[in-house]
């Protein structure tokens, strides 16, 4: 194609992959895209015969390796704390990540004044992310803001608060979640927490937890 030789378009991958991994804000999707770059591009060094490309890159992928087994074998900490939605770190921190909220939840669909449910979620003792929700029924909760800041998306919080700790929940006497998906990133993001869409001309989901 282009008169360019396939074994060319392998280089050109592995370069692109490369470059989307730092693109990553999460460690373990960077981890991950770097490892497959790295490899096709050690496999494209060995087959022109350039030595040192293919070590070099072998090399990167035993790096990667070693670090995305440390991530998954290390014990991680998770607490949730309740919010005081009338503090000043909690104002600050809506602000200061006010404009990535504002990618998956309008500051339209949430008012913090209303919320019947609002915690923090610690990990290893950083707020990693804040959970706010709103009585809808007595057994149901609408998800207003289930946000987690970019460095720690890799599900682990999600799992956490709708397994981990569902008994919170069932404790206050909830046992169902709804939540609106506003876009295709949250939506799948729904989807793998075990979301169902149950309204599809409002794009309503629903969780039920036992």
Not at 40 to 68: K, R, S
Not at 94 to 110: A, G, M, T, V
Not at 121 to 144: C, S, W, Y
Request: glycine residues 6%; charged residues 25%; hydrophobic residues 45%.
């Amino acid at each position: 194609m282009f008169g360019i030789e396939w074994i060319e378009w392998v280089g050109y991958l592995a370069s692109v992959l490369i470059l989307i991994s730092l693109l990553m804000s999460s460690i373990v999707k960077l981890r991950w895209i770097n490892l497959a770059g790295a490899a096709i591009f050690a496999a494209y060094g060995f087959i022109i015969g350039a030595l040192p490309v293919g070590v070099m890159n072998l090399g990167i992928v035993i790096i990667n390796i070693y670090y995305l087994r440390k991530i998954y074998a290390r014990k991680e900490y998770f607490q949730m704390i309740p919010v005081d939605k009338n503090t000043q770190y909690f104002n600050y921190f809506l602000d200061f990540y006010r404009e990535d909220i504002e990618k998956y939840f309008s500051h339209n669909n949430f008012k913090v004044e209303e919320t019947t449910v609002g915690l923090y979620i610690l990990r290893n003792l950083v707020p990693a992310g804040v959970f706010l929700a709103t009585e809808e029924d007595p057994k149901t909760l609408r998800i207003q803001l289930d946000f987690v800041i970019p460095e720690y998306r890799d599900f682990k919080i999600g799992n956490y608060i709708f397994e981990d700790r569902k008994d919170y929940f069932l404790n206050l006497g909830y046992n169902t979640f709804h939540s609106y998906g506003v876009n295709e990133k949250h939506e799948n993001y729904l989807e793998k927490m075990g979301f169902k869409r149950i309204d599809k001309e409002k794009n309503l989901f629903e969780k039920v937890i036992h």
